[in-house]
């Protein structure tokens, strides 16, 4: 009952704006569900003009937003008007004005924002991420993300579909899409190496999370015992630091893991099986022998069943520092309690 | 002036010293900001030094050439403990060990006198075995960090891990030495308050010299110990345990078992060190193993000695001794 009546009043709320744009949009469909539809952008580029009636319906716009609201001035006869842009793309930035129009708060900055304020003119506008007509609720297109990153960074989308993470995302919520490690609209820091220093924190916010870890049997000492490691020490060291020439950056987490590319760690295609490790890392350590990769512990702590040799070292000094410096600082106590003593 | 003041150091000595110095407070500076990385301080101190890579090379610069301090240092001691020039001074000996109680006991006002110390106290013993052993810890994993890929062709990989773990134990541990043990003994210790410059003038008074080394002082001025030490065997023929102190002897190396104390003879009929106990001849790697054998000894021993004394004073509360002291027994 209390339920109905909520919705009734929203309904209500609701219903004079969606009625002014239902009727407007059923107008505009009259020609713009025709799927043959194109504009001649010029330069042997086409526009094609239809708009699927029912995506829209369904998007997160559907009910309330009318097409003149984003395609202010557009009069009925507007069919052999012209438009002031050469190509989709040029287009697709006019109307991210239009989406300020509502959206004042969106981010105006992210990585995007930050390449083209370099002057890259490619980088996409609101609408070549969030769709145009069928734009959904966010955190309803979760499954759609990578599609959509794709259809730019089609190298990166392929490997990600084949990882551990792209391979699992119709099925698990807790995978990482693309923008749970690329939050577009807030790392903006485009130098070089800025991301692979920040792999132990990005990657961290899950693999150290142990309601999530717990599912997978996968430990949350990973990041720790990076850290606790020469490279996590350097990487944190050389946080700020810009890759360059003569400038090497620690290995992050995505150095031995692979990035878009990841797999299991007992997957035969993973970079970091016993069977893989040498050459992982004699991508930064040239020439490093067979033996080589037994230095990392592989993000095990020291015990006396992993790296023995390794934990008797610690538990000797954890032993050996307070017994030599207590028994030093007791000497000395003595010394100056027999020169009080003196006096 | 100059008859009142003692050598103490050589220049040799006090260049060597500033040396180490020096390349110690690089590789603290170089090397906490590294083990302590995620620490504020950690970070700006990097920052100052130009970065990580920059601090790096630092630390990579004053440990080679504390490691060639070190080589140099046991090159030279080597050779001259080879060619029996060299006494064997820094080696501690049955005194140390016991001076250490008998010092801590005067602390405790359980007996009336301090030890007397010759040229170098179990204190300066004790600061010279730290600071050598530990160096041989710090070179050897050093350099086992310094070259994985090398090390790792014929080592299994493990030792890196376990060489970093050591080497950055061990130099807390030497830092913490130093600016506890080294800098309270030397300069804030009542008597030398605040700041001693025998190290780097390499001279001390001669009042000073005959309060901290009457022993050392007495020889070098052919002067018969201070103290009443016990009653020692004129010298004489060779017996049976071996040969009575003060007694000439052929060139060789000397140990003195009671002592624990070893003595290089340079040439033949030289004497040997006056005291008591009997010295017997002993190969040269004998008298060399007992050197570092001793110097570990010591270095585990010290800190037990304290809590020994202390738990020893007091559970059983020994009153002060009578008032003429009995001199403390001497092997």
Partial sequence: ?343 | MSAAQIVRFSRRQRIEHALVMACFVLLCLTGFPQKFFTHAWAAALVHLLGGIDWARRIHHLAGYTLAALTVIHFGTGLAGMLTRQLPFSMMPTRKDFEDVFRQLRFYLGELPRAPLYDRFSYKEKFEYWGLVMGNVIMVMTGFLLSFPIQVTAFLPGVLVPAAKMAHSNEGLMAFLVITIWHIFNVHLNPDAFPFDPAIFTGKISRERYEHEHPLELARLEGRPPPAAEAPVAAPGPVRPGGRVGASPAPAGYYLNASRWSVHPVARDGDGLPAGPGLWRRVPAWVALALVPLLGVTFLMFMPVAGFAVLGRHLLLRPGRPPADGASPRRG
């Avoid at chain 1, 916010?205 to 850290?227: Q, W």
């Fill in chain 1, 1 to 343: 009952m209390h339920k109905t009546l909520l919705a009734l009043s929203v309904l209500l709320a609701v219903s004079p704006p969606g009625a002014r744009a239902a009727d407007e949009n059923a107008a505009c469909l009259e020609c713009h569900a025709d799927e043959s539809m194109t504009f001649d952008l010029g330069g042997g580029l086409t526009l094609p003009l239809f708009v699927d009636g029912n995506a829209f319906a369904k998007s997160v716009h559907g009910q309330a937003v009318a097409c003149t609201d984003c395609h202010a001035g557009m009069k009925p006869d507007h069919a052999t008007g012209s438009l002031p842009a050469k190509t989709r793309h040029e287009l697709a930035r006019q109307a991210s004005e239009a989406c300020r129009g509502c959206h004042e708060e969106a981010p105006a900055e992210g990585i995007h924002h930050a390449v083209i304020a370099r002057g890259d003119a490619g980088a996409p506008a609101c609408s070549e991420c969030h769709g145009a007509h069928d734009i959904l609720a966010p955190g309803s297109f979760r499954t759609h993300v990578p599609a959509r990153c794709g259809a730019c960074h089609a190298k990166e989308a392929q490997a990600y579909a084949k990882s551990v993470h792209g391979s699992a995302i119709d099925s698990n919520d807790d995978v990482p899409v693309c923008t749970d490690c690329h939050r577009v609209h807030k790392d903006a820091d485009t130098s070089p190496g800025a991301l692979s220093l920040r792999t132990p924190v990005i990657c961290g916010r899950c693999h150290t999370d142990p309601k999530r870890m717990a599912k997978y049997g996968i430990s949350t000492n990973v990041v720790a015992t990076y850290l606790a490691d020469f490279h996590g020490m350097v990487t944190t060291l050389q946080r700020g630091t810009e890759r360059g020439p003569g400038v090497k950056l620690a290995a992050g987490c995505t150095d031995c893991h692979g990035i878009h590319d990841i797999q299991k760690t007992d997957d035969p295609r993973s970079r970091v099986i016993a069977a893989h490790l040498q050459r992982t890392c004699q991508q930064c350590h040239q020439g490093a022998p067979a033996m080589f990769p037994q230095a990392w512990l592989s993000h095990w702590e020291p015990s006396p069943r992993k790296a023995p040799a390794v934990w008797v070292v610690r538990q000797f000094y954890r032993l050996m520092i307070p017994f030599m410096v207590g028994g030093l600082v007791l000497q000395i106590g003595l010394h100056i309690l027999g020169v009080l003593r003196k006096r």
